[in-house]
Nanobody
């Protein structure tokens, strides 16, 4: 069984920062892609950032220059540093992990709220 546990969400003012973490545990090996998605009320889930290697990261245009994704392969963890947060960043953020083989997995989500 595979578990993804996110942490680090919360309430912050506009312009503030938050750091999200996601730990993958259980029977999971050779993780190919790790990433973060988000879904605001009434909206579809959207990609925030993904990373396949330490230098191969992909970002949504709306977060480029403000968010940084990183991963620790030894610990099966992925991180999302979020700076200069805006009210439109308010969402539930989900960790996503896709191994080289087998199904992908989702975390349970962590709430990020940015007050204006």
């Amino acid at each position: 069984q595979v578990q993804l546990v996110e942490s680090g969400g919360g309430l912050v003012q506009t312009g503030g920062s938050l750091a999200l973490s996601c730990a993958a545990s259980g029977n999971i090996f050779n993780i190919h892609v790790m990433g973060w998605y988000r879904r605001a009320p009434g909206n579809q889930r959207e990609l925030v950032a993904t990373i396949t290697s330490p230098t191969n990261a992909n970002y949504a245009d709306s977060v480029k220059g403000r968010f940084t994704i990183s991963r620790d392969n030894a610990k099966n963890m992925v991180y999302l540093q979020m700076n200069n947060l805006k009210p439109e960043d308010t969402s539930v953020y989900y960790c996503h992990v896709r191994p080289a083989f087998g199904p992908a997995y989702w975390g349970q989500g962590t709430q990020v709220t940015v007050s204006s």
